[in-house]
């Protein structure tokens, strides 16, 4: 039995290593391992592709998150509106500033903030909203950005699982106030390693962010802000740089991964397949489904989820626990079935594999697979 992974990033590697081992090799022999030419190369390129004016390389897209809030002097007091169901990192770094995130609920099908519903959690401490492009799936940024002007609020797109996705034609990144880009290896466009990056057509902001990332100091050894060590690290840029002019064409078999599966599953019973709002381009960075039926706490989820790993495919949970539930937010005070489609989400989701290089063969296999225990 051949098992099918949740991602596989060998495949990749196997196909444009040389020149990935080329530009890292490059920069092993040139001696310069903390900025320079290459990193300001990546962000040039990255500006351009995303279509902001400005582009900073980061430690990660956690720091990223971060420096955008910091940027805009968002802090203790402070509310940012952002969504229950992500990455811990995108209410981690609203906390790490010293405000305090307001989660709103999100749509079933989409897995995204639901918008008609951000207004009303706005009040006089509302600095920024913070939607999030989950597993590749763009949020309605024409309605949002209407809100947040209606109400003078920034907006912080957290970008990480999106990279190449387009609301309207516009890539996310370059609508909202700030982008903030993650190149974890898994995201769609990885490194071999940390890294992130800050997207904003706003100069003041990116002088600000420019500071911050080097420990608050614009010229070595003067410091005007208390900033952290936040650099791209000059040999992820290189790969990056690599790895950038493949992003479009990888990002493409992804949706075709994503159609076939979409077509291939859309008859088996008891399942939900996921989409993306209209006028999103979704880059699927994940392939997400939902076991249908009553809330279960995860019962039905998990069972299936087991009995596909009987047949050798790993499938992977994204994300169990919503952030409001987190124990290091009930002080927040949030009650059970507050945000109830995001409890009841986080109880059926199931994200099968997905990655560019996935084969129609082992797709059919999971179709199989699913029917299968599905008809159990
Ligand atoms: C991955 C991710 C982050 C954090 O990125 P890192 O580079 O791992 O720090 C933030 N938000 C979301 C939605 C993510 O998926």
New binding site residues.
Partial sequence: MSLIPPFDLTRQYAQIGDAIDAAVLDVLASGKYINGPIVQAFEAEFAQYIGSDHCLGCN???DA?YLALRALEIGAGDEVITTPF??F??AETISAVGATPVFVDIHADTFNLNVAQVEAAITPKTKAIMP?H?FGHPVEMTALMAIAQAHNLFVIE?C??ATGACWEGKKVGSIGHIGCF?F?PT?NLGACG?A?AVTTNDAAVAERIRILREHGSRTRYYHEAIGVNSRLDVLQAAVLRVKLQHLDWLNMQRRTVAQRYLDGLAPIPGIVLPHSAKGGMSVWNQFTIRVSGEPDGGERRDRLRQQLQEQGILSMIYYPVPLHQQSVYAGLGYGSNQLPVTEQVAQAVLSLPMFPELEAEQQQQIAYALKESLLD
């Fill in positions: 990660s897209g956690t998150l992500s990455f990192a995108t999030v989950l957290d990480a699982q993650s974890f995201k940390d992130g």
